[in-house]
RNA sequence: GGGUAAGUAGCCAAGUGGCCAACGGCAACAGACUGUAAAUCUGUCCUCUUCGGAGUUCGGUGGUUCGAAUCCAUCCUUACCCA
């Protein structure tokens, strides 16, 4: 079952701009067409899932997907929007992170499907035994330094000054769909709606060096209702590595989504059609405190992400920790409990330290580092942010082995959603 | 190479000799209210602290002064204009 490339983005608010005649080609043949990723870190986030899904999606619709990770192009940085010069890495670690990178994008794209199997490509080979001279001829002269300059990504750092390296990008950019265009008979690419200008330079670039024809597409880049950037949380960025946003923070991020944009979210991550998406809405609107469409697409990308037992596991340490009251925890094995915590949120203190009783402060930033520093701690526990076992701390109070769980275990809050074990020994 | 302007906390930005750990805004974190939502109100927001304080900051380095983000010298970075 095919389906059509274009109406399913559209629907699922997933197109921002195509060039005229891309819907055209993509009814009428099977269409190679890639998106490129920046190695600027060891791991994608829930950013780049945009485009991964855009590339899910163009393989659903019986299309060939290549995944274009930037060893070239990262070593040069794109300058759409960014305000300022970016700092080189190192050939090192773009290497490293290029292999990260890789590794996850060959979760969610179907090599195997025969002739629209995905591939991924990296720019550096093709750029590697390029020797300026030749590019400046072979791409430069083609494309005119007015329309380099007139683009978006241009302009706003004429301001504050822009190095020739990151002016140099596009060019760059626009190189490869010349080369994969030539090489490889990719004729569309797409990208987030940052990356229009990048992309046409490429297809100007085939146009005039070539004679040849090659279109754009591409997605709006994802808002909060609030305008906050997505994909952010207090701790940070949100990572697809598990080692970097563990699979139960991966599901609370999304569980958390605001209503006003969670709609939009399940429409562009979740692989369901468009009448069970309907559905849910629907039934989503009538209960909203349920958070139905927030439980929903927060399992199906924790499983697709990680895995089915993964999700599991998150489900059921959520449900330990908000949806139980403290006698349900306290009916937990040692087991379930060790089970419900990772080890970054795990802390080992001695148990001779309990028996003489111990102060909040010295318990939580002495001997754990649930807090960086005793100050710390004391502001939290005054401003009443912090709980130990599911009570509220007061900076006068002590624990002692009696407050311990099976003999063993604390359970430490700081603020409503952020838990912490502690186990004496 | 010449001239002009600028560089203050995560970001924006006020501050022109003591009242400055530095107005204000954003972001962030926490509390109340809620649906683990949004909005709103409140608190925190350089580091450590025995909560009395202590230490380190205003591009870098030196200097003037009892005292410098603030004055002087010099260097670095950036923008604009000229060559």
Redesign the pocket.
Known sequence: MKQNFIEELKWRNMLQDSMPGTEELLNKEMVRGYIGFDPTADSLGVGNLVQIMTLLHFQRAGHKPIALVGGATGMVGDPSGK???RNMINEETLQYNLGCQKKQLEKFLDFNSGENAAEIVNNYDWFKNFTFLDFIRDAGKYITVNYMMAKDSVQNR??????FTEFSYQLVQGYDFYHLWKNNGVKLQMGGSDQWGNIVTGTELIRKKAGGEAFALTTPLIKK?????FG????GNIWLDPAKTSPYKF??FW????????ANYIRIFSLKNRAEIEALEQE?LAA????L??RTLAEEITARVHSEEALQRAIET??I???TSFDAFKALSSTEIEDAFDADVTFKVESTLLENGLDP?ALL??HSSIY?????????I??????LNKE?VSLAQKFTSADLLHGKYLLV??????YYLIVAN
Request: proline residues 2%.
């Open positions: 305000s300022s010069e004429l301001e504050n000054g822009m190095s209702a609030d305008g906050s950037k952010k949380s207090e701790n599901y609370q569980l958390n989504a605001g209503d006003a944009d969670v989503h909203p405190h349920l958070r469409l927030q959520t449900g920790l908000f949806g402060l930033a002495e960086n520093s005793k100050g710390e701690a004391r502001k939290a005054q401003g009443n942010g912090c709980s509220k809050q700081k603020g409503k959603k952020n």
